[in-house]
């Protein structure tokens, strides 16, 4: 038992992992409403193809449902992290350095924080709370 986790370490991540899916699902269901052909021009400043625009799609509506699952929570979440990643690059690059005008803090704070819990789900896994019973290294 020198490996078991800590008493409430699954139900922990179960908690990342659906609050990490539900935030981005709202951002996926935006985007099948008004597309994402916006994202090309961005991609296209920076010598990127357009067609990585598509992978929002991939980042915020297929992998929240695997998070939701519990189904290749490591994949899902390295997708969701070098898609917000992307994001800050693509738009929110100017407010890197900057303070919130709106009552302070990190301009981008909240994308920050996304990619953060994206992150520590991508290293930890998403814990033994999934629909299903499959294991592995991706889970």
């Known amino acids: 038992m020198l490996n078991a986790a ?4 699954d139900l922990g991540l179960l908690v990342l992992r659906l609050a990490l ?7 996926g269901v935006a985007k099948l409403q008004h597309g994402v052909a916006w994202i090309q021009q961005p991609l296209a400043a920076l010598g990127l193809p357009g067609a990585l625009a598509y992978g929002a799609y991939l980042a915020e509506i297929v992998a929240p449902v695997l ?6 929570t490591r994949l899902a979440s390295a997708v ?3 898609d917000l990643t992307m994001a800050i690059v693509l738009v929110l690059r ?32 998403g814990g033994r709370y999934r629909i299903g019973s499959g294991s592995g290294a991706w889970s």
Request: proline share 6%; aromatic share 6%; hydrophobic share 65%.
């Open 6 to 9: 800590p008493k409430g370490t």
């Open 21 to 27: 899916a539900v935030i981005l699902l709202f951002h």
């Open 67 to 72: 998070l939701i699952a519990g189904a290749w």
């Open 80 to 82: 969701i992290a070098i």
């Open 94 to 125: 100017p407010r890197l350095l900057t303070v919130n005008p709106m009552g302070g803090g990190w301009a981008i704070e909240l994308e920050a924080l996304i990619v953060a819990v994206a992150l520590a789900l991508c290293l930890m896994g």
